[in-house]
């Protein structure tokens, strides 16, 4: 029977919102274990260098220390998505975050201070730090354990097309050429990277408290380097301090923390401080990307040629394979008659990249839509009406071979421009007076996979599902909590199924020894991916409930309705506490458990070899049109009003739906305007929150949400995913309206007062 | 050399015995096993070890415990009245302003602070009151929605 949706759609705390409240929630950093060690690695000191020797002994003579390990010392397999990267380096160091040697000591400043002791003779060499260096064919090979047929630098090529792109150069009216530079932009997770490694030498198993956000293949990885069993090694997902993505590789502290346990045969936790955690762990990939976009004289978008150089620094995380979802970007974001995208990751002696909140996607967002507003200028067509005029539709079928099941991209673009009053001749003057203020209007749109992404042999989840026999529900999902509120939503999702309160049902996410495979959270595909999944068990739970509630009740199925924690008859009116049917079910022959368990893989499908096909099972669109404000004296850009709408298919949790619109806008901002890793010659010069400025809450605009409802028909309930979409056009919408406020030329990130003034001064 | 020291942590007194270097942090943490302060910088840069010392938010990670000896500390553990969140834990979970939590205990005392000496802070106050609080996940609109909502609940009350 179908009725009114009482919980989805319903501002909903999150579930784990109290504990977290009251200081009770355990991060990485908060685990102890009797008879705890900690652990501390020893980091290169130059960027580039042979070592030549180490000597450890004065570190295993202090007092408190329990191991110290060398790359000597260790059985371990190369980590990383191309096994580029040792886990603790031996012979020579490729990049200013290189681990050398760790120490387990009886305190963490013991380890700190038993780290300094350790003697490394170093025969510093000349470095790499410029890809377009590194592509020259008398460079020097970076990575010592890469093969292929490609330049020895190169670390992973793409590339794709669609269309007769001559053909189309020859159609266009306007043809635009510009090349992008796209900084180094860090996660600055809160929580610093922490990892407690449990082994034991009498069951020969290893428990690590970690923080990965992809369980199953981190458990299967860790298998591989440590030369275990998967099934000897037990995943315990703490509670995550940020994730936006910089959880989706393994990086060498967790194998090392692993081996440390291993040869002490105690735990060991690893905790990095915040400058480690600026040098060591990922960043968003730094690249210049050569656009050319043309469009003809009604300004219908002709062709794009993207080329694209990716710093990859000096491994390879799986963060080489976002051009996977920056030519989505490329090729079918507006459609788009041509395409060719090149894109190449090359090795650098800098720091490594790695996965980030939109995958590549900011980047090409920014490229392409900066390139718009050029093509409109040029046209002298307004930037509103080409974007309309090119916008995604539904059932579109894309170059790429994408298909748009649904698509919510006009109607954004139509509500941000309207709510932004937005009008062609709008006014650039400030509200100010004089003309020190001058303020400007621009828009960028997003394109980005909503329906999970098929990047692995499974994309799938799995859900197990317990009633007790007091009518509560255990939640069993493979899925992981990062922040994001992935747990309230599928709470929801059953509450509104079973007809029980929300406080009735319990998630269980942090366990691979007891939750079913995912293959984790990325491509913004948990609510997707997991709440169908448990739709489907729920559906197989309610089979079960149903029929017996139908027996007691004397009912046909079809007339039973779940609510108030009651199974009730349309027909009769009357009802049966659910707990009531559990226990029928339970205690009464055939005494059955009531129990079930599903396994869900989307529709999603392997692009071919040409990177054509149907990649998600729906995808998600957005507009953001943002206005601010410009300094001219200062060069200071005050962000005023931002206005987002983006086809989230349906809204399950309007609070966790706000919360992660507002926050990947404010991240986005950053991007725009703030945030730089900053290296030189592969030192980093910032590894701090006073020199890496990230928003704080006094600079926040006023965000302002619309969600477009394109009721997805694969969704769960219509849903798509959100979680990386609302960073991706923020970025562009920025630039473009700076450059629409003071005409400057705008290609880089981030845009910061000094940039701004220098432009406006070459200007004048 | 170690010293023994007492600390007054939520109204409880302590004897500790630590170096002089330990931080406050540390202390409350390690010695004490009170982990809701977080540590994320360890250098007064981002406000997640905030507690309050005789009412002022402070950050603990650049306090040392030796100096905080004699003076009333309160960590988020102390915040709530048994069982029952404090209304501005309450106003953080109902508005949504808690998404990975771990700014939370220091946006929480931050707020305790402002709301006691001053009940009605405008936007501008609060956002201003919180600009040593960094938080990645939320873009603190909610946060800032929270504390309004806080003083709304504490008026309320009294
Ligand atoms: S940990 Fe104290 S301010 Fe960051
Ligand atoms: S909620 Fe994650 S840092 Fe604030």
Avoid at chain 1, 44 to 60: E, L, R
Avoid at chain 1, 175 to 183: A, D, G, Q, V
Avoid at chain 1, 317 to 342: E, K
Avoid at chain 1, 444 to 459: C, E, F, Q, R, T
Wanted: charged content about 25%; glycine content about 8%; proline content about 5%.
């Amino acid at each position: 029977m179908k009725k009114d949706l009482k919980v989805i759609g319903k501002p909903t705390p999150k579930l784990d919102a109290r504990i977290r409240a009251s200081g009770q929630a355990v991060y990485g950093q908060d685990v102890v274990l009797p008879n705890m060690l900690h652990g501390a690695i020893l980091r290169t000191k130059y960027p580039v260098a042979d070592i030549v020797s180490i000597d450890v002994s004065k570190a295993m003579q202090l007092p408190g220390v329990v191991a110290v390990i060398t790359g000597d010392d260790i059985n371990a397999n190369n980590i990383n998505y191309k096994r580029d990267n040792p886990v603790l380096k031996r012979g020579r160091v490729n990049c200013i975050r290189d681990e050398i040697a760790a120490v387990a000591a009886v305190t963490r400043e013991i380890a700190q201070e038993a780290v300094k002791l350790i003697e490394v003779k170093y025969n510093v060499k000349e470095g790499i730090f410029d890809p377009f260096e590194a592509l020259k064919d008398d460079a020097p090979q970076i990575n010592e354990f890469v093969k292929g047929d490609q330049h020895i630098n190169i670390a992973h090529p793409f590339y794709y097309e669609h269309g007769d792109i001559e053909a189309q150069k020859r159609k266009s009216a306007v043809i635009i050429k510009t090349r992008f530079e796209l900084p180094r932009m860090t996660h600055c997770c809160l929580a610093p990277c922490a990892i407690t490694a449990d082994y034991s030498n009498v069951d020969k198993r290893l428990t690590l408290y970690c923080v990965t956000q992809i369980p199953f293949l981190f458990q299967r990885d860790m298998a591989r380097v440590l030369n275990m069993a998967p099934s000897d090694i037990r995943i315990i997902q703490t509670v995550i301090g940020g994730g936006f993505g910089s959880k989706l590789d393994m990086y060498p502290y967790e194998p090392i923390c692993a081996l440390l346990s291993m040869e002490t045969g105690r735990p060991v936790q690893i905790t990095f401080d915040r400058e480690e955690e600026f040098i060591a762990s990922p960043t968003r990939q730094k690249m210049t990307i050569d656009l050319t976009s043309g469009a003809d004289s009604k300004g219908k978008f002709t062709f794009r040629e993207a080329r694209i150089i990716m710093d990859n620094g000096a491994y390879t995380s799986w963060g080489a394979t976002t051009p996977f979802v920056m030519m989505q970007t490329f090729s079918s974001m507006y459609q788009l008659p041509a395409c060719i995208f090149d894109a190449k990751a090359v090795y650098t002696n800098n720091v490594y990249a790695g996965s980030f909140r939109g995958y590549g996607n900011p980047q090409a967002t920014f490229a392409v839509e900066r390139n718009i507003d050029l093509l409109a200028e040029k046209l002298g067509m307004d930037k509103f009406e080409i974007r309309l005029k090119n916008a995604n539709y539904k059932d579109e079928l894309t170059g790429q071979e994408m298909k748009f099941i649904s698509c919510g991209h006009k109607e954004a673009l139509e509500i941000v421009s309207d709510k932004s009053g937005y009008s062609p001749c709008h006014s650039r003057e400030g509200g100010n007076l004089s003309n020190r203020y001058k303020r400007g209007i621009g828009f960028a749109s997003m394109l980005h996979v909503g329906g999970g992404a098929k990047i692995y042999p499974s994309d799938g989840c799995g859900t197990n599902l317990k009633m007790d026999d007091f009518g509560k529900l255990t939640i069993i999902t493979g899925s992981s909590e990062i922040g994001q509120g992935s747990e309230t939503v599928l709470a929801m999702m059953a509450s509104e199924e079973l007809g029980i309160d929300l406080k009735n049902i319990k998630v269980i996410n942090t366990d691979t020894d007891i939750k079913p495979w995912d293959v984790g959270v990325h491509a913004s595909r948990t609510t997707f991916v997991a709440g169908n999944s448990l739709l489907g068990a729920l559906k197989l739970l309610k089979e079960k409930l149903s029929n017996k509630a139908a027996q007691l009740l004397k009912t046909e199925i079809d007339d039973l309705v779940y609510e108030d924690g009651l199974i009730e008859s349309t027909t009769s009116g009357e009802s049966f506490k659910i707990d009531k049917v559990v226990r029928e079910i339970h205690f009464k022959p055939p005494n059955e458990l009531c129990a079930v368990y599903y396994y869900y893989e989307p529709g999603s499908e392997f692009q071919d070899k040409y990177y054509k096909g149907n990649v998600s099972d729906t995808y998600a669109f957005a507009a953001q049109a943002i206005e601010v404000e410009v300094d001219t004296y200062t060069g200071n850009i005050k962000v005023l009003d931002i206005h987002v709408a983006q086809d989230v298919g349906k809204v399950i949790n309007p609070l966790g739906l706000a919360g992660q619109i507002e926050g990947g806008v404010v991240m986005g901002m950053g991007y725009a305007l703030l945030e730089e890793l900053y290296s030189e010659k592969g030192y980093i010069l910032n590894p701090n929150f006073h020199d890496y400025k990230i928003p704080t809450s006094v600079d926040i605009p006023n965000i302002h949400f619309y969600p477009v409802e394109t009721n997805d028909p694969y969704g769960p309930y219509g849903a798509k995913g959100v979680g990386e979409a609302p960073l991706i056009p923020t970025a562009p919408a920025i630039a473009n309206a700076i450059v629409d406020a003071i005409g400057i030329r705008i290609v880089d990130l981030p845009i910061t007062p000094e940039k701004v003034l220098k432009a406006l001064k070459n200007d004048a | 050399m170690k010293r023994i020291i007492h600390l007054k942590v939520n109204g409880l007194d302590h004897e500790i015995a630590v170096e002089p270097r330990r931080t406050l942090a540390e202390a409350l943490r390690i010695d004490l096993g009170l982990t809701g302060t977080r540590i994320g910088c360890s250098i007064g840069d981002c406000g997640a070890c905030t507690v309050l010392i005789d009412g002022v938010p402070s950050f603990s990670c650049l306090t040392l415990a030796v100096e905080a000896e004699g003076h009333e500390i309160l960590t988020i553990e102390g915040v709530a009245d048994g069982n029952k969140l404090h209304p501005v834990q309450e106003a953080f979970v109902e508005v949504g302003a808690i998404q990975c939590g771990f700014c939370t205990p220091g946006m929480v005392l931050s707020t305790l602070a402002l709301l006691d000496y001053n009940p009605d802070p405008t936007e501008d106050e609060i956002r201003r009151a919180l600009s040593g609080n960094l938080c990645r996940c939320t873009g603190y609109q909610k946060i800032i929605d929270a504390v309004k909502d806080a003083a709304r609940r504490m008026k309320e009350l009294s």
